[in-house]
């Protein structure tokens, strides 16, 4: 084996022991790279590196975009839009069999649009729609899994930080990314509103029809929500009509979000300094991984696995869609034992590479594009499929009376959905390509 690989492959081993044992992330990352840069080069290579790295790493305009979409989101948790959303979904839908459970899903996907956060929006209807579940019969397993699956609309729909990570780690639009990513979070939305469906129909037990509401609830309803709609649709469609970048979208976005909240009560002095102080913990966090990452790919750049790696598959004639699938299969894996976010930091400069160098009949900025898409989906799933599953424990921290293994029994008629969107998503690169086609 050539000693790029074995040096490459050691200084995987040693971050994933060090992950194991809980070490920060982003510190492991960041000391991994550190030890492997030094071995190749010298102290003062890395000194030299380091002297100027960091700087343009953070001066970086693109990089404004992750704490303004947390910042809008944490502003739309505590100003209660996602109460709202649910409120609004369920006086639709509610009053048929499932039709709470769907009410979570269609919530969950519009609150996307205003947060970009899994983790938050997962938290949110968890203390939003789990209580009206439970009064209402709601199966506890089902519910919670139905919150956590619901939960993974807060990256698929756009806009997602997990995108804009990929983006920029990647060289990639943010823009494009975004428009990519619509069709393939709306065919998740209509696929789980199919499993539900299919779930109450064999066991009617696990999600009764909820009261009909009043003409004046309904009434009130809807007209509550309609800020929050007019906010994703300026947010989301400012950005694919070209009126706003990224960055200027999530600006307005928050800005959006902080006056409805003021203006309607919700959102108190005491709510606005912990969005603050949860954005700058959050962008902070992010930050450290981008930083541990960045020294790490420079780790891998140096050894030249990646390019060496990619060059041999090439060679080898392998079919394209076969490495495709095996990159997937590992992404699934790694996502059901590490966070999304390290996760994708950690693989992107072995497997990115790889990707781009393989022929599936697109540009190399459409594989690119439609390899983040895909990257978005398995991350998806890697958030509610077990060992791990974030959102599961996220859930599982607000009802903290079901089981987990209940809440997993609850998310698995989502997984089947979830792997045949990837296999759709895989086969007809359209699904990702076809808006970013007419717009871009």
């Known amino acids: 084996m050539a000693p790029e690989f074995v040096l490459a492959a050691t200084g995987f081993a040693v971050l994933l022991g060090l992950i194991a044992i809980r070490a920060p992330v982003g510190l492991a990352m960041l000391l991994v790279g550190i030890g492997g840069y030094v071995h190749i080069l010298d102290w003062t290579a890395l000194g030299n590196y380091l002297k100027t790295t960091p700087y343009h790493l953070f001066s970086n305009y693109t990089l404004s975009v992750i704490p303004l979409f947390i910042l809008m989101g944490a502003l739309a948790e505590r100003g209660g839009l996602a109460r709202d959303l649910f409120a609004a979904a ?122 009909a509401p009043s003409a004046a609830e309904k009434r009130r309803a809807f007209l509550n929500v309609i800020p929050v709609l007019l906010i994703a649709f300026v947010v989301v469609g400012g950005i694919y009509g070209g009126v706003f970048t990224p960055t200027e979208s999530a600006a ?122 895909l990257v978005l989906v398995v991350v998806g799933i890697g958030l509610t499929a077990p060992p791990i599953g974030l959102n599961v424990f996220v859930v599982s921290g607000l009802a903290k009376d079901v089981p987990i293994a209940r809440t997993y029994r609850g998310v698995l008629p989502f997984l089947g959905m979830d792997l045949i969107r990837l296999g759709l998503c895989v086969a007809f690169p359209a699904l990702s390509l076809w808006l970013v086609r007419l717009l871009g």
């Open 90 to 211: 369920n006086a639709l839908i509610g009053r048929k069999p499932g039709g709470m459970a769907m009410g979570v899903i269609g919530a969950c996907a519009c609150f996307g649009a205003v947060c970009g956060s899994s983790v938050a929006t997962t938290a949110t209807f968890g203390r939003a729609a789990l209580p009206e579940l439970r009064r209402y019969g709601y199966d506890p397993g089902f519910s919670t899994g139905t919150i956590a699956v619901g939960g993974t609309l807060g990256i698929l729909i756009p806009p997602s930080v997990i995108l804009v990570v990929y983006a920029i780690s990647t060289e990639q639009n943010i823009a494009k990314l975004f428009m990519a990513a619509l069709i393939p979070g709306l065919i998740a939305v209509g696929l789980y509103i199919l499993a539900i469906a299919i779930v109450v129909r064999l066991k009617p037990e696990l999600g009764p029809p909820g009261a």
């Open 252 to 373: 307005v976005g928050c800005v959006a979000t902080l006056l409805v909240g003021l203006l309607r009560g919700t959102l108190k002095p005491r709510h606005v300094r912990d969005s603050l102080l949860a954005t700058a913990e959050t962008s902070a966090m992010i930050f450290v991984i981008l930083l541990g990452a960045e020294v790490f790919n420079a780790f891998l750049a140096l050894s030249q696995a990646p390019d060496l790696l990619a060059l041999w598959i090439t060679e080898q004639d392998f079919p394209p869609h076969g490495v495709l699938l095996i990159l997937l299969v590992a992404y699934i894996v790694l996502g059901a034992v590490m966070d999304e976010l390290a996760m994708i930091l950690l693989t992107l400069p072995v497997f990115f590479p790889v990707v781009t160098a393989l022929d599936f009949g697109l540009t190399t900025e459409e594989t690119a594009i439609w390899f983040g898409i």
